[in-house]
Nanobody, 131 residues
Framework: EVQLQASGGGLVQAGESLRLSCAASGFTFDDYAISWFRQAPGMEREGVSSISIVDGNTYYQDSIKGRFTISYDNAKNTVYLQMNSLKPEDTAVYYC????????????????????????WGQGTLVTVSS
C-alpha cells in the first residue's frame, strides 16, 4: 500500500522555524521526486519545493528561497522541509506528493509543479504563523 505521511505542522510566531516530514512507503523511492505543495485559505495549491531522490537535485519556488531547505533521509524514506524565518504568509496546509522523476522525454523543471502529474499525495499538515 502506497503511503505518504506528512507531519510536523503547528502554530509558530513569525521568525520561528518548523520542520515538516513526509514519510513514504509502498513504492520505489528512487523513481520519484518528492515535493511539498501548500494551500492557503481561499487560494489554489502551489508548489513550494521538490527533491529528486535519485540525484538529490532540489527545486524551490522564489517565494521561499533562502528560507526553506528540502532534504531526504534515504534510510528512513523520509523527506524533510526545514522552514526558517517563517512569515504569516506561509500559513497554509502543506502537502507532500510524489511525481515520477522521468516522464517520456519531458524536462523535469517543466512539470515539477504540475499537480496532475503527481501519482501520490499525503494528507496535509497545517502550518500557522502568527504575526
Amino acid at each position: 500500500e502506497v503511503q505518504l505521511q506528512a507531519s510536523g505542522g503547528g502554530l509558530v510566531q513569525a521568525g520561528e522555524s518548523l520542520r515538516l516530514s513526509c514519510a513514504a512507503s509502498g513504492f520505489t523511492f528512487d523513481d520519484y521526486a518528492i515535493s511539498w505543495f501548500r494551500q492557503a485559505p481561499g487560494m489554489e495549491r502551489e508548489g513550494v519545493s521538490s527533491i529528486s531522490i535519485v540525484d538529490g537535485n532540489t527545486y524551490y519556488q522564489d517565494s521561499i528561497k533562502g528560507r526553506f531547505t528540502i532534504s531526504y533521509d534515504n534510510a528512513k524514506n523520509t523527506v524533510y522541509l526545514q522552514m526558517n524565518s517563517l512569515k504569516p504568509e506561509d500559513t497554509a496546509v502543506y502537502y507532500c506528493g510524489a511525481v515520477l522523476r522521468w516522464i517520456k522525454d519531458w524536462k523535469f523543471e517543466n512539470y515539477v509543479w504540475t499537480e496532475d502529474e503527481y501519482d501520490y499525495w499525503g494528507q496535509g499538515t497545517l502550518v500557522t504563523v502568527s504575526s
